[in-house]
């Protein structure tokens, strides 16, 4: 959807933006129209002197390569991403601007998510975005989910600099190699564009530890304004700063931090149906990306700069969609893909384990499939208690040779195995919540409970043990579960009571390392054995 150019404004503090849940593809397309024509007549008579210059934003792909069908309106049903499609529009962009001044820029989290991601560490996303002519990407918390040395290595094998200015080594204070801060592109000799990132503080917490072992993660400070001071006096004309913050839940204090940075422009992320206008806040222009992205979007804004100074005189957004059917795809990035998941095919077939026999997965009781993932996660932690949502298991086991692929299939989410502490009263309303079967049950490993269900609001949690006792509410127990849940996913709000989170490997990978442990030299039986009992 385009948006009609906007002079520049101020506003004191950011106000979030909500979709209307009434709008559709119909009112898109009914506005496309009169935006167009509004922005053709203001390009027209735009003041003379100014200098066009536009951003192209992709980011929080997610590791998605290739297209796939969308669930949600305005685009419901259509084929959309892909990273053929992706790079022919980002070229037709750059051509369509005839010379005029433009980079592009990701926003992070492209390195894991996704089947192609999964079995290639990160290197088949990497073989995309240089395809997409990327001149800088942000360094998100995704991108470290295969760990700092392979992160380093795939920085090697990026066309395009990694950037984040408030990731330093523990110890030296320095960024590590691979890294940049900043970065300045100069377009002819009056108009010098500079980028610098901020890697989600939170990252430790939001990836395994080891992951970014011997890192430090801060937050923006003195110390990266100081590197936007530099920055200016260093000839940057205008200074974009890359993070991954949701403006729709952009708290006063991350606000401040932000804006006393002085940057000329904050990209961040939004979860919006639709796209929120870009908006100047005490002077800083702010633009999103969508957070479901995944691939399917391309972010325009386009800005109009006044000669000499150069200070943003105008500026408008475009959010386009990647409609795979009507793009004709980039034939070199196609057949690269085509070989990525011939490959793929390939590394799916390592052979994992063999089981003995075929096992059905459960939503609604106990599932040997379940007491398998629960107790795997249980032995990587030495936990009181595993616990385990019956949806994040999406396939059944056969009998035979058990491979890569099918712990993909049985395991498809990219989620991290996670320990926490929460108190029996935390557990009772968990186990109640996973009595009523509105989400399924919960698998457990550790422990075992009995319920009754007659409907889903007649039911009754009747008793819990844990490790053969009577689970006692007052108590803290150290629980391992994963990521979803410890975010409350599934309503399990409770988990989100945890405290001293400390995050695992992901789950794929703490599951295969227990099957071959417990499948060496045998093939691997599972069962069910009184866990969980429904009366």
């Not at 909500?18 to 053709?40: E, H, K, Q």
């Not at 400070?221 to 949701?246: E, F, K, M, N, Q």
């Not at 972010?299 to 957004?317: K, M, Q, V, W």
């Not at 795997?376 to 692929?405: C, E, H, P, W, Y």
């Amino acid at each position: 959807m385009t948006e009609t150019p906007i002079p520049i404004e101020s506003s004191a503090s950011p106000q979030p933006v909500t979709a209307d849940p009434t709008s559709g593809r119909d009112r898109i397309f009914l506005f496309v129209a009169l935006l167009f024509l509004a922005g053709t007549i203001w390009w027209v008579a735009r003041p003379s002197g100014i200098q066009r210059y536009h951003l192209i934003i992709t980011g929080v792909g997610k590791g998605r390569i290739t297209p796939f069908i969308s669930r949600f309106d305005p685009y419901k049903d259509k084929k959309m991403g892909g990273a053929e499609f992706v790079s022919a529009r980002i070229s037709e962009l750059i051509s369509g601007f005839k010379g005029e001044a433009c980079n592009v820029v990701s926003l992070g989290n492209e390195l894991s998510g996704s089947p192609e991601t999964y079995f290639t560490k990160g290197e088949a996303a990497i073989e995309a975005l240089n395809s997409y002519r990327l001149d800088a990407m942000l360094a998100g918390n995704i991108d470290f989910s295969f760990g700092t040395n392979r992160l380093a290595e795939l920085a090697g094998k990026a066309r395009f600099p990694f950037l984040a200015a408030n990731v330093t080594e523990e110890g030296s204070g320095q960024p590590p190699s691979w890294l940049n801060s900043e970065r300045i592109f100069s377009h002819g000799s009056n108009l010098h564009m500079a980028f610098i990132g901020i890697c989600p503080p939170k990252t430790p917490v939001l990836t395994a530890k080891g992951n970014v072992s011997g890192l430090s993660f801060v937050h923006p400070g003195p110390a990266i304004a100081s590197r936007i001071t530099a920055l200016r006096t260093g000839g940057a004309d205008i200074v974009v700063l890359l993070t991954l913050y949701d403006r729709g839940k952009l708290t006063p204090d991350e606000w401040a931090s932000l804006s006393h940075l002085k940057p000329d422009i904050i990209l961040m992320i939004d979860f919006n149906a639709e796209a929120p206008a870009p908006m100047m806040l005490d002077g800083i222009l702010v633009k999103t990306v969508n957070g479901y992205n995944q691939g399917s979007e391309i972010d325009l804004l386009h800005l109009d700069l006044e000669p000499g100074s150069p200070r943003i005189a105008s500026f408008s957004s475009t959010r386009l969609p990647i409609l795979s059917d009507e793009i004709t795809p980039d034939p070199e990035v196609a057949s690269a893909v085509k070989s990525v998941a011939a490959k793929i095919e390939q590394m799916k077939s390592e052979r994992v384990v063999d089981f003995a026999s075929d096992f059905q997965r459960e939503y609604n009781q106990e599932c040997p499939i379940g007491n398998l993932v629960a107790d795997s996660m249980r032995f990587l932690f030495k936990t009181d208690l595993a616990l385990q949502n019956s949806g994040g298991i999406q396939s059944n086991i056969r009998k035979g040779s058990f491979t890569l692929g099918d712990l993909y299939d049985v395991l498809p989410f990219d989620n991290d195995v996670v320990a926490i502490d929460l108190t029996g009263q935390d557990l009772l309303e968990l186990l109640t919540l996973s009595s009523s079967l509105k989400r399924g049950c919960l698998q457990i490993s550790g422990g075992s409970y009995v319920f009754s269900n007659r409907n889903p609001d007649d039911f009754e949690l009747k008793s819990v043990t844990i490790g053969g006792a009577p689970l006692v509410a007052t108590r803290t127990y150290r629980i391992t579960t994963n990521s979803f849940l410890a975010d409350g996913g599934d309503e399990y709000r409770q988990f989100k009571h945890g405290r001293n989170l400390q995050i695992g490997p992901q789950q794929r990978e703490v599951v295969r390392s227990y099957l071959r442990l417990i499948g060496a030299s045998t093939s691997v039986s599972l069962a069910t054995t009184g866990r969980i009992i429904r009366e």
